[in-house]
């Protein structure tokens, strides 16, 4: 089944993509709603939240470039040291674009 | 489920604070908003059919995938696949703000949810673990990062050519970098390193095995398992209001 990319073909593939990221924006709070909320099920949601960082970040650092390591790494070390997120940030960034360059 | 008084409040004068608190971050997703608007041009998107897509998708990498998938037609299976696949993170982002989330009227909790992405997520999820409650973010921030998408991939569409390669300035690493800060902020207990362990191995084994963009819910899944099987022994404070049985070790 394929959509021609015309202009009413974008449309209708534009409409398509925002229907299937609606259902997930609003899939996990629907389901949640016939959860009963216990210590346990509390206790899986908050580890659950912060490992989804966890499972974004880490693939991003094995697979990506030299840059992309260097701006992750620089980010840890400079949150860990400072506390503070955007001077880690910003910091992490400049990294990458500075091993970019070198490269 | 409870009877419906909906307690949370959401206080006007913080979701201004916190539209401007996620400003600086946004003139990042601007410049990410301009990359993708470039991505679609060249893809053959009329400039409104590409701002049209960042206004109404509003999630940036499986934008930048589906229009990788661009032709002269396009499958609708796997365009719906990859769409999911990327985006199923959301399924999980929402969950786990759903303690806070129920007690918002329906209305109001779904329409927060159009504003959900990354980083008010990852803010909201965060102060929550620290027992603050901050639905605020997901609309004040989720605002500015939603009018940033927008403006960028208008500047993209048109003035596309001012930021040929944002790489090399390591704009492609904020979004990494932010989420990485929003982790490390959070509270760390042997628990939560235990967990973070077993969600990094099983990402990446899912990211090496299984099919392509599956290993965000399979690593958060699995790190969750931890919380699930490990409860915190947590002397209770007075706003979580425990309700039913529930086990408590």
């Known amino acids: 089944m394929t959509i021609e990319t015309t202009a009413a073909g974008i449309l209708a593939l534009i409409a398509i993509m925002t229907a299937v990221t609606l259902l997930t924006r609003f899939g996990g709070v629907f389901i949640m709603s016939f959860v009963r909320i216990n210590p346990r099920i509390e206790s899986f949601i908050n580890t659950m939240a912060s490992s989804v960082l966890i499972a974004i970040i880490v693939p991003m650092a094995v697979s990506g470039d030299a840059g992309a390591l260097a701006a992750l790494v620089v980010t840890a070390v400079t949150m860990l040291a400072l506390r503070k997120p955007l001077p880690a940030i910003a910091a992490g960034i400049a990294a990458a674009g500075v091993v970019r360059y070198l490269a | ?249």
């Open chain 2, 1 to 249: 489920m409870s009877v419906a008084s909906y307690s949370y409040q959401l206080q006007p004068a913080k979701v201004r604070a916190e539209f401007f608190r996620l400003l600086p971050i946004s003139l990042f997703v601007v410049a990410f908003g301009a990359a993708f608007g470039l991505a679609a041009t060249q893809k053959g998107l009329q400039p409104l059919q590409a701002i049209l897509m960042s206004t109404t998708v509003f999630a940036g990498a499986s934008q930048f995938a589906a229009v990788d998938m661009w032709g002269s037609d396009v499958s609708i299976l796997p365009l719906m696949a990859v769409v999911f696949a990327i985006n199923s993170r959301h399924l999980l982002m929402g969950a786990s703000l759903y303690p806070m989330l129920k007690d918002l009227s329906p209305g109001k909790r779904y329409g927060l949810l159009l504003l959900l992405t990354d980083a008010n997520w990852a803010i909201s999820a965060q102060e929550y673990q620290s027992g603050r409650r901050n639905l605020e973010v997901i609309l004040g921030g989720g605002l500015v990062l939603w009018l940033a998408w927008i403006v960028g991939t208008w500047l993209g569409v048109y003035f596309g050519g001012l930021l040929q390669d944002p790489k090399s300035l390591g704009l492609d690493m904020v979004l990494g970098c932010f989420l990485l800060a929003m982790a490390l902020g959070g509270k760390k207990s042997p628990r939560v390193l235990v967990a973070w362990t077993v969600a990094a191995l099983a990402s990446l084994a899912a990211w090496k095995w299984l099919p392509p963009n599956t290993h965000v819910v399979v690593g958060a899944l699995a790190g969750g398992a931890i919380g699930f099987f490990w409860l915190e022994h947590k002397p209770d404070a007075a706003e979580s209001e425990v309700e039913g049985e529930g086990e408590r070790p």
